[in-house]
């Protein structure tokens, strides 16, 4: 399943796939598979970009147009 966001975040944020990969301490073609579709991508890297980017995993995900944290209950 191909997150469209991912690359999406990481070019809003002016990131190389080389450094986000390294921040994920992994190889770049690792991250581009994952970003691309190829792979699918590890719920700990989810919940790792939605902190570094400060989204919600739901919006990383594409299930909400809020990119927000929501408030707990």
């Keep these: 399943m191909e997150i469209r966001r991912l690359r999406d975040l990481r070019e809003d944020h002016d ?3 080389q450094e986000i990969a390294a921040y ?3 190889h ?3 991250y581009r598979r ?3 579709g ?3 991508t590890p719920a700990w ?3 790792k970009l939605a902190g570094y980017y400060c ?3 739901d919006y990383l995900l594409g299930l909400t147009d809020n ?3 929501p408030e707990p209950l």
């Design 45 to 47: 890297v989810i919940v």
């Design 34 to 36: 994952y970003e691309s």
């Design 15 to 17: 990131r190389t796939q």
């Design 38 to 40: 190829e792979r699918e």
């Design 67 to 69: 990119p927000g944290r």
């Design 28 to 30: 770049r073609s690792v």
């Design 24 to 26: 994920l301490n992994m």
């Design 55 to 57: 989204v919600s995993t």
